[in-house]
């Protein structure tokens, strides 16, 4: 039975028309992510950072899954419960490609937070700063974004599944953000063999076996139907 992590990052839904990070015109490019992703900055300018996440959210709801996002369903699909699938972005295409079970470690878009009692619930279209709690009914909501300097979700069992990987896929990420980042080494020194799906070789490049180069629209269904074919050989 083979085991597959596979880790996602903005490049797997540029093509979706959602912005990336760190290429050119990427979101660190037009906000400081010190103002909109740093606990900080909420607590400094609360009214700037629902902005921001509603700017996106509104995005998110306007883009629809690409032929990558498809792929990566139709091979969790095809291999039930050997395909973990862990993303950093926080756009809901991935389910809305079929894809289930979606380990979010940066958090979600579509999902709001009470900073001060906990609660989690589906976030409004629009998100207003001291809108108040379902839950507690205090004004402490915040999109439920895992920000810098915060714990991304779910560490536990991603380690878990990297520890049994057999094969580590990391897919549309430039490699600058820990612990993603280290998720390849983390494969590797358990023995699993480790693929980079990429528009550019990521910082991190050297550390995988193998590494092909294109757009994800275009080579991740074609490193799909590899592993499906070679899963259906006898
Ligand atoms: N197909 C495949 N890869 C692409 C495409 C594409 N069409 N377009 C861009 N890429 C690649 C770029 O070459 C780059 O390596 O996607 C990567 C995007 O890198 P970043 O913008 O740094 O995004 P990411 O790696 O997901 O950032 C990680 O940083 O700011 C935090 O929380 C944020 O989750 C994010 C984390």
Redesign the pocket.
């Given at each position: 039975m083979q085991r597959i992590v596979i880790l996602t990052?903005?490049?797997?839904s540029?093509?979706s028309g959602l912005g990336?990070?760190?290429?050119k015109g990427?979101l660190?490019t037009k906000y400081d992510?010190e103002d909109v992703?740093t606990p900080q900055g909420f607590a400094a300018n609360p009214v700037l950072v629902h902005e921001f996440y509603n700017a996106r959210r509104e995005n998110c709801l306007q883009a629809s899954p690409n032929p990558a996002h498809a792929a990566l369903a139709r091979l969790q699909a095809a291999m039930p419960g050997q395909v973990t699938l862990v993303t950093?972005?926080v756009d809901d295409l991935l389910e809305r490609a079929g894809a289930g079970d979606v380990i979010h470690m940066?958090g979600q878009l579509m999902r709001a937070l009470c900073a001060a009692c906990g609660h989690r619930w589906d976030a409004p279209r629009v998100m207003q700063p001291h809108a108040p709690c379902p839950a507690c009914a205090r004004a402490a909501t915040r999109p439920d974004i895992v920000w810098f300097g915060e714990f991304p979700y779910q560490m536990d069992r991603i380690d878990q599944a990297l520890a049994r990987a057999d094969l580590f896929v990391a897919i549309?990420?430039?490699?600058?953000?820990y612990p993603?980042a280290g998720f390849v080494q983390e494969a590797a020194l358990a023995g699993a063999r480790t693929l980079e799906l990429?528009?550019?070789a990521?910082a991190n490049a050297g550390l995988f076996d193998e590494t092909r180069l294109g757009?994800?629209?275009r080579i991740v269904p074609g490193w799909v139907e590899d592993i499906l074919s070679a899963t259906a050989r006898p």
């Open positions: 990052g903005a490049g797997l540029a093509e990336t990070f760190r290429d990427g660190w992510l992703a950093q972005n940066h549309g990420t430039s490699g600058n953000v993603a990429n528009l550019d990521s757009p994800a629209s």
